[in-house]
């Protein structure tokens, strides 16, 4: 029963992130989105891989490359994982050919967790 509250807890998360996701990048306010992808960079670093997947899947990179970013830094981050490593070059693959370069010039910080070593 716990589990199942935890994956429900994380569904409305994830639920919650890529709406967020989307007003903010259909409205243009990508500052603000960059602050909050970044005020919660904690809580996605955190999300099962899998949701990661999900919030990417559910995602036009061209419309929310921010989002897509932020996801994606939140999966390089974790060092307890084993990645599929054929969806996570496919994920970066799509991004780097596809993202918006007005979305990323917004917050150039945002690539920061892309460039941790």
């Known amino acids: 029963r716990v589990r199942l509250l935890q994956r429900a807890k994380m569904a409305s998360s ?30 996605i670093a955190h999300m099962d891989v899998a949701v990661l ?7 036009d990179c061209k419309q929310h490359s921010l989002g897509v970013m932020a996801s994606l830094a939140g999966k390089l981050s974790r060092s307890d994982i084993h990645y599929d490593w054929n969806t996570l070059l496919r994920q970066l693959d799509n991004f780097i050919n596809n993202f918006s370069v007005d979305q990323i010039r917004a917050s150039p910080l945002a690539c920061e967790p892309l460039s941790v070593g």
Do not use: P
């Open 53 to 59: 997947d999900t919030v990417i899947e559910c995602l």
């Open 14 to 43: 994830m639920d919650q992130l890529v709406a967020d996701i989307r007003r903010h990048s259909s409205e243009g306010e990508f500052k603000t989105l960059a602050t909050q992808l970044q005020n919660c960079a904690d809580q």
